[in-house]
């Protein structure tokens, strides 16, 4: 039973390009957390989705941030024409039914972005 | 303010000694997490409290509802457990809201 599995490990894009960091949740987790960790800097949310629904995006920046989580596939957070500010790892945590108290949380690896 | 608060930042150890790391929350968590994170490598949840006290191998998680606080303790500390350990408060809609994190390293 695979954890949550985040690819690519690290990513390196010029600025302007796009990134697409995906996350598959574990086995039974419908439910996904995306998290971001700027250098020297604490963990910060960013969006919680459940598939094919966001529910809380209120962590996302208002422009050039976008995730979805389809009914087949993994979830993806895109950034569109990355800027050097966007480097960071980005985690992704899942749940089977959002009830963390209860059943907890799974972090993934995370994804290193580095903006170049 | 950070509606989760924890400290020391730095804390630096010889290998055996005991361990306590704390974690102040404010008002609207409704449950507290733990969490490691090794350089470079990813994040392992170590528990999660809404009450009493919870133990596994040498770390020991407590919490008390009514000063809004909480403690990991690790026993017979080891270098390996050298490793950046964090608090977060789990908000209604089931975010998490983390705290800075506290440098723990274990001198051989």
């Known amino acids: 039973n695979a954890g949550v599995m985040q690819n690519p490990r690290h990513l390196v894009r010029r600025r302007g390009q796009e990134a697409r960091l995906r996350c598959s949740p574990m086995?039974?987790?419908?439910?996904v957390y995306w998290y971001r960790q700027l250098p020297e800097e604490g963990l910060k949310f960013m969006v919680y989705?459940?598939?094919?629904?966001?529910?809380?995006e209120s962590g996302m920046p208002k422009e050039r941030f976008s995730a979805e989580f389809p009914k087949e596939g993994p979830s993806i957070l895109r950034i569109q024409q990355v800027v050097r500010g966007d480097s960071a790892a980005y985690f992704c945590?899942?749940?089977?039914?959002?009830?963390?108290?209860?059943?907890?949380?799974?972090f993934g690896s995370g994804t290193r972005l580095t903006v170049v | 303010k950070n509606e989760v608060e924890q400290s020391p930042q730095n804390l630096t150890a010889q290998e055996g000694e005991f361990i306590t790391i704390n974690c102040s929350y404010s008002v609207g968590i409704s449950a507290l997490h733990w969490l490691q994170q090794h350089p470079g490598g990813g994040i392992v949840s170590l528990f999660m409290?809404?009450?009493g006290k919870k133990k596994h191998g040498r770390l020991i998680a407590t919490i008390n509802i009514q000063e809004k606080h909480s403690s990991l303790h690790i026993t017979a500390s080891h270098p390996r457990d050298s490793a950046v350990y964090i608090c977060?408060?789990?908000?209604?809609?089931?975010?998490?809201?983390f705290g800075e994190g506290t440098q723990l390293t274990v001198n051989p």
């Open positions: 977060a408060g789990e908000t209604s809609g089931s975010r998490l809201t």
């Open positions: 989705l459940q598939k094919e629904n966001i529910i809380d």
């Open positions: 945590a899942s749940s089977p039914n959002g009830q963390g108290t209860n059943y907890g949380y799974t």
């Open positions: 086995k039974g987790h419908s439910h």
């Open positions: 409290l809404s009450s």
